[in-house]
């Protein structure tokens, strides 16, 4: 089974994307992660990656899709694998169906959680971030035991720059100018599906499930 996670910034497709790998035993794949391994692993992909970062700038389309490509090539994707937060683009999307095509795969997937710009702005406003071990939470769907502090290591948590309503909404501008058109793109492919956002955490992963079967 394998799946795209699409949906605005804040939508919640990554807390979604993390239920489903746990439920149907398959890999949840985010770029980030896949840049921190191979850099960390010293992989001829990751210090490529890495001369990008170090610049502040985007890896281009290319090397993110060899990187990701790599990853789903593992032993552990063999069922499947949900990816997050990749592709983010119409040519990393094309770039993506061309390395599977090779491979003789296919996406079964590309489920988009729908959400309103303004729910997601009110949304992320509630958002913080843990500064000792990066843990997120909530204030309203998923509040620390203790206000402000983090329940896994006990720092402060905090407010980021990028969860700032301003912030979030130049965000959502550019994933409503680059990242919406493979909504468009996947349904065309015949595999978008999309789920209501907004409503409780628990529905919309039922209504995940009712996509993909038990």
Known sequence: MKIIMLGAPGAGKGTQAKKIAEKYGIPHIST??????NIKNGTELGKKAKTYMDQGALVPDELTCDLVVDRIQQPDCANGYVLDGFPRTIPQAECLTTALDKLGQKMDYA??????????????GGRR???G???TYHVVYNAPKAEDICDTCGEHLVLRD??????????LNVYHEQTQPLIDYYEKAGILKN???????K????????ILGE
């Open 111 to 124: 489920i988009n959680v729908d959400v309103p710009d303004e729910n997601i702005v009110h949304r992320m």
């Open 162 to 171: 990028d969860d700032k309503p301003e912030t979030v909404q130049k965000r």
């Open 203 to 210: 529905d919309v992963f039922q209504a995940i499930v009712n």
């Open 129 to 131: 971030a843990c500064v």
């Open 195 to 201: 789920v209501d956002g907004t409503v409780d955490m």
């Open 32 to 37: 980030g992660d896949i840049f921190r391994a």
């Open 133 to 135: 071990c990066g843990a």
